[in-house]
């Protein structure tokens, strides 16, 4: 069975910068494209990130397009999402999802394996 966890968020102000991890366990890394997604409170799940098994594709939603990066370390079974100049309104539980053999694409229900989601708060 899959697990993901997540880890790296916190309070941090506006304009600096986070990084967050989610490491998979339980199968192969390699075989499954990765995305980040966030939610805030009152607001749907959104599509943060993607990335795909060999880091040759990569997606972003326009709201964090230039900002954030998403990567990842096949042999460490982790995917990161480097955030820098944050903003409040990117506050929200961040969650990291596996989608075997997937493109990292934003189309939520590709996803088959999600994390518990780790929290962001931006202060202005």
Known sequence: QVQLVESGG????????????CAL??????????GWFRQAPG??????A??????ARSSYADSVKGRFTISRDNAKKTVYLQMNSLKPEDTAVYLCAADFWGSGDREE????????GTQVTVSS
Do not use: C, D, H, P
């Open 50 to 55: 993607g990335i795909n098994w060999n880091s």
């Open 109 to 116: 229900s590709n996803y088959e394996y999600w994390g518990q």
């Open 25 to 34: 366990s339980g199968r192969t890394f390699s075989n499954y494209a990765m």
């Open 10 to 21: 916190g309070l941090v102000q506006a304009g600096k910068s986070l990084t967050l991890s």
């Open 43 to 48: 607001k749907e799940r959104e599509f943060v």
